[in-house]
């Protein structure tokens, strides 16, 4: 029987079928992947196309002069762009009707309405609607146009910002988060409980636009955990921790965030040491952290403890345990010296965590935090698996195992190199053979001494599962080459190609000594750190900061985790005592020497600037020039007075003019050369020897005008002293301006600072510039004013004094010094920080 000859394309090829499915996979691969590529382009297109339109930055409301410009802006954005109406009193703005008056711009969502020179008429609420196909958003603000002369009529009351129209629309972008009560600088102890906590007032509080709360420490967010839980509601957010370690330090900040913008507070948590368990043993190590897992093999990395009082460490325990399990196996048998280990032998599959304990000649510290677990597994096998997602909820699972060919024994690993390098072991790391078969792989490493010839496998007994391998037990100052072969049920691969020459020996080295150690003043209790950064800074993990008392020979650990930055805030120090610091820097392989000590420093509170000074009174005024008087900043920063600068403008300028260029020493001060008649507002700024602090708001609208009235000016410079249980002693300055005839008395009213009714201290004006005030109410704050009086009547009333309590205070003993003269007795009475004189 004559065969039959078949053309090529209809013979049937022995790996037929599996060529075929291989073409059938790749053809289902790619179909959904471009599926995929599609939906994921639909979605977002729908996304940018469905946008109504949203109010970004709204309208502010604006007071301005007459014949100010002003212009109202706010942001929107939204797809389509929105169009863009503006509205005066519900009435559309048409720049075409006064292109003198009206300016419309609109440029990258920012929206701008011009107002040239407005007038008294151009008072009104101001409105922007923004519409698209999606939808509108509005915005409105408040104009008010002042006038600055007499006799004109006044703002009518409806266009007042508090007859504005309400719409029912309004939208509040902007929530305002004030902190009430906020946690300070907090001291704990490892294994104890704690709670750090902010009351706030939220405004407006809104059911659909709460703050998000978001704590964060050292500007990394800190979520629920089984170490910390989060609370937020009923105006408090509270951070919450179950078991304190060391990790745990760090500045803590809380971050209320809302539409309009974030507020946000910070202090920071210590966490010290427990008590060692063996007097004399390490704090326990910190931050233990795992990386590079794979099949049977992991790296467990730390941070070493500050040893201040200790010894120094000379090694460190890894422990495991299988997660589910309380039973922990010692890793290595010897303490390891730096602050890496490479664990081995770990089950595929299962999940581990691992704690760290430090050791010193005293004994071995308490074990660290355990890490977060971490599973067995070879992160490439996740990468070679793909799920397809098709209708009805069904999934296809495609491995690159199912596309390789029918391989039996593998070839051979390639890129073998060293991935870790240190005096006691050798990482070689290698990619897995390409194409790799079905069937799953295995290694064996082996290891030749330079110049032996001969090769030694290092894992004889247990094949590898990784791609990795700590080689343990290498001659020290000796090099050795490495090659690996890869096995399946099949066989084994030819060798790999051989590393180069390897070196047991650390990588890096402890770092150099930090540089000057600079402390300088912050506050009663601490003091800022700072140093120059050490010339050798690779891989470090930061710096540990002690401090000692001048003459103690004691150091103490200021912070007990390394910090990063070379500037540090230290904490809880003795107000009035004196300090020394130093620094040193820590890496993996552990501390450098100790810095220089700083130079000696007293803690007290930093010199600042002053506040800036308040009460800014009109004394006299002759229609060319004013006496002006105030009253000093509540805080003059750490250091005395040296004096004041005054700035005027008129009411209807804009911008401020110096007035002197040297400084005022007193709280008073003449302004020449003004014009009559008209009005100006004033500020003024205290100096010290830091700087020039914060002017105050400005005055009041004064009027140059000539006073010509009978009756005296205001005193001036009330100071209250001599304050007892139920008295206190008052003095001021006789007024610049006496009115017609000379000063006869003064009248003194005090009232509590919770009520409104003034009572008058005495009948009869006092001749002198002091008073005692008596009956008055032990534990209630008073205010007071003074009254000059002549024979015309009473003048007017000076500012009212600061509030004051009544009460003794420690150490204000009375004390009484007679002197004579020819005339006169002066006896007076005084306390360590008073002096009153009187006449007899």
């Known amino acids: 029987m004559s065969s039959v000859v078949v053309p090529f394309y209809q013979r049937r090829h022995k790996h037929f079928d599996q060529s075929y499915r291989n073409i059938q996979t790749r053809y289902v691969l790619e179909e959904y992947a471009v599926e995929e590529n599609m939906a994921l382009e639909r979605h977002a297109l729908e996304e940018s196309i469905s946008r109504a339109p949203e109010i970004l930055v709204r309208l502010r409301s604006h007071t301005v002069w007459e014949k100010m410009s002003v212009s109202l802006c706010f942001t929107v954005q939204g797809f389509p762009s929105p169009v863009v109406q503006w509205y ?16 419309i711009e609109s440029k990258y969502g920012v929206h701008v309405l011009h107002i040239n020179r407005a007038d008294f008429d151009d008072s009104a609420t101001y409105s922007a609607v923004a519409t698209n196909v999606h939808g509108q958003a509005s915005t409105n603000c408040a104009v008010i146009v002042r006038r600055f002369r007499e006799g004109e009529e006044p703002h ?66 800190i979520t629920d955990s089984k170490w910390t839980k989060l609370y937020f509601g009923e105006g408090q957010a509270a951070l919450s921790f179950t078991h304190l370690n060391k990790d745990d330090e760090g500045l803590y900040t809380l971050r209320m965030v809302t539409r309009g913008g974030v507020s946000e507070y910070s202090a920071y948590l210590f966490v010290r040491d427990a008590d060692a368990l063996i007097a004399g043993a390490p704090g326990a190590p910190m931050d233990v952290k795992c990386r590079d897992a794979n099949r049977d093999y992991v790296i467990v990395t730390w941070k070493p ?182 096995a399946n049920k099949h066989g084994i691969s030819d060798p790999s190609e051989i590393t180069e020459p390897i070196q047991p020996q650390d990588t890096i080295v ?11 003043r912050n506050t009663k209790t601490s003091v800022v750190v700072q140093w120059d950064k050490p010339k050798h800074e690779e891989d470090l993990y930061g710096y540990y900061i002690d401090y000692s008392v001048v003459g103690s020979n004691r150091w103490e ?124 507002e004033f500020k003024v700024a205290a100096a010290n020897l830091v700087g020039v602090g914060q002017p105050s708001d400005p005055s009041e609208h004064f009027k140059c005008k000539a006073w010509t009235m009978p009756e005296p000016g205001p005193a001036y410079g009330l100071t209250i002293c001599e304050v007892r249980n139920t008295s206190l002693v008052l003095l001021w300055k006789a007024p610049v301006y006496e009115g017609k005839s000379p000063i006869t008395g003064y009248l003194v009213d005090y009232k509590e600072v919770d009520t409104e009714d003034w009572i008058t201290a ?71 920080s008073d002096l009153i004189l009187e006449h007899r």
């Open 557 to 680: 650990p200021s912070n007990h985790k390394p910090i990063k930055y070379n500037r540090f805030v230290v904490h809880g120090l003795e107000t009035g005592e004196q300090y020394v610091f130093r620094v040193k820097a820590v890496n993996a392989v552990g501390f450098s020497e100790n810095s220089q000590e700083s130079e000696a420093i007293t803690v007290q509170a930093a010199l600042t600037c002053p506040s800036y000074p308040h009460g800014i009174t009109l004394l006299n005024c002759d229609g060319h020039s004013m006496t002006l008087g105030w009253k000093a900043p509540r805080f003059s920063g750490g250091s005395p007075i040296l004096g004041y600068y005054l700035d005027k403008r008129e009411a209807n300028h804009q911008n401020w003019h110096e007035v002197n260029s040297s400084l005022i020493t007193q709280t008073i001060y003449t302004v020449e050369d003004l014009t009559e008649d008209a009005f100006y």
């Open 762 to 832: 005495s009948e009869k004006p006092t001749s002198k510039r002091y008073f005692k005030v008596t009956d008055l109410h032990e534990g209630h704050t008073y205010v007071f004013k003074v009254r000059a009086v002549n024979d015309a009547g009473v003048g007017k009333s000076s500012e009212i004094s600061e509030p004051v309590l009544v009460e003794a205070r420690p150490g204000n003993e009375l004390f009484y010094l007679f002197c004579f003269s020819n005339t006169e007795i002066l006896r007076s009475s005084f306390s360590p």
């Open 88 to 103: 005066k009193n519900e009435e559309l703005i048409s720049p075409a009707s006064d292109p003198t008056k009206y300016r």
């Open 156 to 221: 009518p009351a409806g266009i007042m910002p508090f007859h504005l129209p309400l719409s029912y629309d309004v939208c509040f972008t902007h929530i305002d988060v004030q902190f009430l009560e906020k946690f300070g600088v907090t001291f704990a102890t490892e294994g104890e409980t704690l709670t750090l906590k902010c009351t706030m007032l939220i405004t407006p509080e809104l059911k659909r636009l709460r703050p998000r709360a978001e704590w964060y420490r050292d500007d990394v967010l």
């Open 510 to 520: 402890a770092p150099s000594t930090p540089g000057q150690v600079v402390a300088t």
């Open 305 to 486: 403890p500050n040893t201040t009082n200790e010894s120094p460490v000379i090694g460190y325990f890894v422990d495991k345990c299988e997660v589910g399990l309380e039973n922990w196996v010692q890793c290595n048998d010897a303490p390891v010296k730096i602050c890496k280990y490479p664990v081995t032998g770990l089950h595929e599959g299962r999940s581990y965590i691992f704690r760290v304990r430090a050791v010193n000649s005293a004994g071995i510290s308490r074990p660290s935090r355990v890490s977060e677990p971490v599973a067995a597994l070879d992160p490439v096998d996740l990468e070679r698996t793909q799920t397809i997602h098709v209708d009805e909820g069904r999934k296809i699972v495609i491995s690159k195992d199912d596309l390789e060919g029918d391989i039996q024994i593998p070839g051979p690993p390639t890129n073998v190199h060293a991935s870790e390098i240190s005096k006691t072991y050798v990482v070689i790391s290698w990619d897995p053979p390409v194409p790799r078969g079905r069937e799953p792989l295995t290694y064996f490493i082996e290891k030749s001494m330079v110049g032996s010839g001969s090769w030694q496998r290092v894992n004889a007994q247990v094949a590898v599962k990784s791609p990795r391998y700590a080689v343990f037990d290498l001659a020290e100052g000796k090099s050795y080459v490495f090659r690996v072969l890869s």
